[in-house]
């Protein structure tokens, strides 16, 4: 949903095999009428064997957990091997609806990349 230019909420997806471009996913809404763009943000993953964990600025509170009991029935698993991240802004289609002619929406302002390893 956007309001004025505002995203009120983020959605976290994975791609698999069977689920394809739509993905499983699910939303984050922010609280209290905040926005993407009126803070910074943490925004992260916990991404274990068979669990990867969504969270926004506090990574004891995911909104969206996903397991391979999460999949379509015959899917596979891909997340247990070696993987690349892409960090990306997707503007437009049918994710947030209407970007109303929007061509540019402005920088995208990422302070850091983090990757941590468990040991």
């Known amino acids: 949903m956007h309001v004025s230019g505002m995203e009120v909420g983020e959605n976290s997806t994975i791609h698999t095999y069977l689920t394809d471009g739509d993905g499983i ?3 984050y809404l922010f609280p209290n009428g905040e926005a993407s763009n009126t803070a910074l ?3 992260g993953m916990i991404w ?3 669990k990867i964990q969504f969270y ?3 990574p004891t ?3 969206f957990t996903t397991t391979p009991a999460t999949l379509p029935s015959g899917d596979v698993w891909p997340f247990n091997q070696p993987m690349f ?3 990306n802004e997707a503007i437009g289609g049918t994710l947030g609806g209407s970007i109303n002619g929007l061509t540019n929406p402005g920088p995208v302002t990422v302070d850091y990349v983090r990757w941590y ?3």
Do not use: G, Q
């Open 61 to 63: 509170k995911p909104f």
């Open 117 to 119: 390893t468990a040991k």
């Open 25 to 27: 996913s699910d939303r």
């Open 56 to 58: 926004v600025d506090d």
């Open 85 to 87: 991240i892409i960090l």
């Open 41 to 43: 943000h943490t925004y």
């Open 48 to 50: 274990s064997p068979d």
